[in-house]
């Protein structure tokens, strides 16, 4: 059968209507983006926009200024704007209905150079190097699988953090909580990311250690002249701090060292027989097998793992102790759900937590008015509309978690101390309830949330199911609950407690 045969002008005139159509749909679009207006927001300073109105705690300054100006507000910071969300319906919109629109974020110079030029997990854009580095956590530490091969582990470091405030009970000596629970955290990390204690629990490289984490939080939060006005940056006017840099060459160090003992140890065929490789191991591994891994994406993975995963579980465990203290009744009933569930012959285990309703729902309200993260950051990756606002390409879009939590029209009576509210109604942190977003929501909810649960609950059940706790002679004018910002919102005054053990415990 013949072909026909169309001639060439017929398509040259079907290319040129559908040349035309596709430019009238982009100009009309165009049309409609300039004509969306941006959210509302407070008037700001000549030249450095809202910074002054932002203050010391700007989760809190935010929350203020959104009462006013609405749950999508526009702020600038310096020349960059930025939208603030301030509501569970605006979180939803941004974390989930627009998920893919808003799926990378942007990075200051700190943070940069601290976590090799945002190339680890967390600061990395979304695209195939963040996939890669998310299905590695997803598979190789994260997962139940593996969790559950390293319970033993989080079960060790629990029995000798207890073991130790025995001898502390014995003494009458009083306890750092959010220490103690650090170096517990900072221990077990160490293990499951190189198979060993990183630094002896108690000594002054660990408190040295414990001081780098706070700084380079501290330092991640801190916007410099390049950061606020860009047009700087070419000139290089204020690149990092030079604090900034002798911090992250210390963590550079000991990455290197570590990395080069281990590829030694390898060399020589000395590594451990364990059929469960650590992390480290495993990420050596996908490099010797082609994976697109470097030396410096693995170090600025371990920097996510010793800096995500020590401070958060730490702090959050300190904050639940505080509030256990002020609020006696609720640490009674805690203990007797322990009493009743895991007994008082023996310690409890990770596979109790599940039969701890009020246990998981005072985490819960630990977690509602005290997150970890009290502000979600996220960059539009393209433009689009939100609410019947424009949101251009590249704005910073700012998720207040700790204003969600606190949220009038979404808790009754927010501001106070109520687990119970957890019993009644079936909300849970995983990122599906968006006035409880803790650890985030979407794709890039918090990759670590699965270790923390257990870690948190374990914890905090053990050191209430062995000691009743107290408040020291010398701080009966109550428990300071003042925040300090970061990128984690740690307490300003240390807790202190005295542990006294539970006449019914037999162990």
């Known amino acids: 059968m013949d072909s026909i045969s169309v001639p060439s002008s017929t398509y040259s005139l079907v290319a040129g209507v559908l040349l035309l159509i596709l430019l009238t749909f982009l100009k009309k679009r165009n049309k409609r983006s300039l004509a969306l ?20 705690k700007p989760n809190r300054s935010l929350s203020l200024l959104a009462q006013k100006y609405g749950p999508l507000m526009t702020i600038k910071l310096g020349m960059q704007t930025a939208f603030v969300v301030s509501s569970p319906s605006m979180a939803r919109e941004v974390l989930k209905n627009n998920d893919h629109r808003f799926s990378s974020r942007t990075i200051n110079t700190a943070a940069r150079t601290l976590y090799y030029q945002g190339t680890s997990l967390i600061m990395s854009p979304n695209g195939p190097h963040w996939r890669l580095l998310r299905r590695i956590c997803n598979t190789e530490i994260f997962s139940a699988k593996r969790l559950d091969a390293l ?4 079960t060790e470091e629990v029995c000798k953090t207890i073991d130790c405030i025995l001898e502390d009970c014995k003494q009458g000596n009083s306890v750092k909580i959010g220490e103690r629970a650090f170096m517990m955290s900072l221990s077990l990390v160490g293990q499951m990311v190189c198979g060993k204690e990183l630094l002896e629990p108690g ?5 040295e250690f414990k001081g780098m984490v706070w ?8 916007l410099t002249l390049s950061d606020l006005f860009p047009f700087l940056r070419r000139f290089d006017l204020q690149g990092p701090s030079i ?3 002798i911090l992250s060459q210390r963590f550079d160090n000991m990455y290197n060292r570590l990395i080069e003992e281990r590829l030694a140890q390898r060399a020589n065929m000395q590594c451990s027989g364990n059929d469960v490789k650590d992390f480290l191991d495993v990420m050596l591994d996908l490099r010797e097998d082609g994976t697109q891994l470097s030396l410096e994406n693995i170090k600025a993975m371990l920097m996510d793992m010793f800096t995500a995963g020590t401070d958060t579980i730490s702090g959050t465990i300190e904050w639940t102790m505080a509030e256990l203290l002020r609020n006696p009744i609720v640490m009674r009933k805690v203990q007797a759900e322990l009493d009743d569930v895991v007994g008082v012959e023996r310690r409890m285990e990770e596979a109790d937590i599940g039969n701890l309703p009020y246990l998981r729902a005072v985490v819960k309200e630990v977690l509602r008015l005290h997150p970890a993260a009290p502000l979600i950051f996220r960059k539009a990756d393209m433009s689009c509309e939100i609410n019947g606002f424009l949101v251009p390409e590249n704005t910073q879009v700012i998720v207040n978690v700790w204003s969600l939590g606190r949220d009038p029209t979404a808790w009754k009576d927010p501001l ?13 942190y995983k990122g599906q309830d968006f006035e409880f977003i803790p650890f985030g929501a979407g794709r890039r909810i918090c990759i670590g949330l699965p270790l923390a649960q257990r870690m948190v609950h374990l914890v905090v059940g053990s050191l209430v199911q062995a000691f009743n706790w107290s408040i020291p002679m010398d701080n009966q004018a109550g428990i300071d609950m003042s925040e300090t910002f970061g990128m984690t919102l740690l307490k300003t005054v240390p807790l202190r407690a005295i542990p006294t053990l539970r006449n019914v415990m037999k162990f």
């Open 37 to 56: 207006p941006l959210p509302p927001g407070p008037p700001g300073w000549p030249f450095i926009g809202n910074l002054p109105q932002l203050g010391d």
């Open 203 to 207: 000594s002054a490289q660990a408190a």
């Open 151 to 154: 319970q033993h582990l989080r």
């Open 215 to 222: 700084e380079a939080l501290k330092l991640a939060g801190i």
């Open 243 to 245: 604090k900034t840099k």
């Open 416 to 428: 106070n101390f109520n687990p119970d509210r957890f019993l009644e109604y079936n909300i849970d």
